[in-house]
């Protein structure tokens, strides 16, 4: 038997499936259209986030010549916040998926700004007002669409992350639920009493019948319908990909972190039962929720890392792909002092500075592509240590070791880098595909294919730490200039 994990990111859909010794049997992937409809929105297509994340499933078991019914169960992952809303009757999206990146919402949160509604969200739901999180997208669509507010009101419409989304696809409309990670970034949920909160409800206008049920996320969700795969395989675990990665990385007891480092970069601490309150400008999360109980964690969220290197590739061309950077980097000693801030769509932790913009800095009539694709490289791991700082400033934790995963932890630079600038040692674990694992161990544990106290294989072969070999003086000028580079990209969009 095996379990299927389906992960859905922003710019690929993948479905990987594990055996019962965790390890990856098949991937199936398939990437989707990006779209820029303005400048700083990012939208894609629900239906084609469905399509291709189905095919992928399909095409993960063709390639190990599995059949549907040899699955134990199906996990899901996926891109966080990203925000669709549907008929009920027809099932049919009324507007496109408003991806988590997008700005397209920053005068909506300015307007809930200025009603002094700071500390409500903040203490009800643990984030700050910001673009990024769903409530402020979902309103959007409520205005943008005609008449979409009284439907909602009449309870025709859904809204749903994409864990939602999936789930509704899946089960060929019948079932509307989500869990508690997913809940936890709409910034509409009440993290501490797990409810929708009345206050931001009624604040935002949000009909309560527009909203999904909340559960356990290792816990069935439904079964497939049966015109999908031909038999009905339970779905039986779900979380967003951050929450996923940092079950999948095996840090289940309180003071474990990990960074993933995909589209943007993203730290989790897992802080067990207590939700505390950052001082430093990161979030508190709901990491999971098992057996009626909820663990939280604090969380520095990085929105442009991975991307900074497709924007080389895709918009300047500086590079043939993501992975060139590695030998393009490596060529030139330094960045010959050239920072990039990588502000695309504002800035999230620590600054939460929806104005900020793009920004180079330092440039020199000798300044090279390769100066600046290192830049690139180099300011995903700038931005990780200034959450990192905030961690360590929160939590009071020293932070011995960080585990990694995500695409652009394949570069060695990146990880030797960013090793050098925490002045902490990186892990990198054997298997890469940290994320699908902890939906797949969600799921698993739900229906019994897994114990708790199982740890996979894959996790603890094939390791490798990067040590840090900077001199301390080094790191902190370096730091000191980024610093002074992230100011000159604040509060540009005014
Ligand atoms: P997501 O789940 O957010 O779509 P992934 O974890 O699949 O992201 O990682 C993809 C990201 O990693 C892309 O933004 C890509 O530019 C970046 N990436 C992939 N390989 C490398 C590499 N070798 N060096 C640097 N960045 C890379």
New binding site residues.
């Given amino acids: 038997m095996y379990v299927l994990a389906l992960?859905q990111?922003?710019?690929?859909s993948?479905a990987i499936l594990f055996d019962a010794e965790g390890r990856i049997v098949s991937i199936g992937q398939f990437e989707f259209a990006q779209h820029f409809p303005n400048p700083g929105w990012v939208e894609h297509d629900p239906n084609e986030i469905w399509s291709t994340q189905f095919r992928a499933a399909k095409l993960a078991l063709e390639k190990a010549g599995v059949s549907a019914s040899q699955l134990a169960a199906i996990g899901i992952t996926n891109?966080r916040e990203t925000t669709v809303v549907w008929d009920r009757q027809t099932g049919e999206p009324i507007y496109p998926a408003i991806v988590w990146q997008s700005r397209q919402t920053s005068s909506l949160c300015e307007d809930l700004r200025a009603r002094g509604l700071q500390d409500e969200v903040r203490t009800r739901t643990g984030l700050v007002i910001d673009a990024y999180f769903s409530a402020t997208k979902l309103r959007f669509i409520l205005d943008a669409v005609p008449g979409a507010q009284a439907r909602a009101e009449r309870g025709e419409l859904a809204f749903g992350t994409i864990d939602s989304w999936l789930l509704h696809r899946l089960t060929a409309g019948r079932v509307h639920a989500t869990e508690y990670s997913n809940a936890s970034r709409t910034m509409l949920y009440n993290i501490h009493k797990l409810e929708w909160d009345e206050l931001l409800l009624r604040e935002l206008n949000i009909p309560r019948a527009i909203l999904p049920s909340v559960q356990d996320s290792s816990s069935i969700f439904a079964h497939t319908d049966s015109s999908l795969f031909g038999v009905e395989v339970p779905i039986a675990g779900m979380a967003g990909?951050q929450q996923a990665a940092l079950f999948g990385q095996g840090c289940v007891t309180p003071g474990s972190a990990k960074n993933?480092?995909?589209?943007?970069c993203f730290l989790l601490l897992n802080t067990g039962d207590c939700a505390p309150v950052s001082r430093s400008g990161l979030i508190t999360t709901l990491a999971w929720g098992l057996d009626g109980k909820v663990t939280y964690a604090l969380e520095g969220s990085v929105f442009v890392?991975?991307?900074?290197?497709?924007w080389l590739?895709d918009g300047l061309k500086l590079i043939g792909?993501?992975?060139?950077?590695?030998a393009v980097a490596m060529s030139v000693p330094n960045t010959g002092g050239v920072y990039l801030v990588p502000a695309f769509v504002g800035l999230g932790a620590p600054y939460w500075d929806e104005q900020a913009r793009g920004a180079i800095v330092g440039i020199t009539r000798g300044t090279t592509r390769e100066h600046l694709v290192r830049a690139a490289?180099e300011s995903?791991a700038y931005q990780t240590r200034d959450v990192v700082d905030c961690l360590r400033a929160d939590s009071g934790l020293a932070l011995d070791v960080l585990r990694v995963?995500?695409?652009?932890?394949?570069?060695d630079?990146?990880m030797q880098f960013q090793a050098d600038l925490l002045g902490a040692p990186v892990r990198r674990p054997g298997i890469?595909e940290v994320?699908a694992l902890g939906a797949a161990r969600l799921a698993g544990r739900a229906v019994g294919f897994w114990k708790e106290s199982d740890s996979p294989t894959a996790l603890r072969t094939g390791s490798q730490d990067f040590v840090p070999k900077m001199e301390h003086s080094q790191r902190e000028m370096l730091f000191a200039r980024w610093k002074k580079a992230v100011e000159r990209s604040r509060s540009w969009e005014v």
């Fill in positions: 992960d990111g922003t710019t690929s993948r891109q990909d993933t480092y995909g589209t943007g890392a991975g991307a900074a290197l497709q590739r792909h993501a992975a060139e950077s590695h490289l995903i995963d995500g695409g652009a932890c394949q570069n630079f990146l890469l994320t």
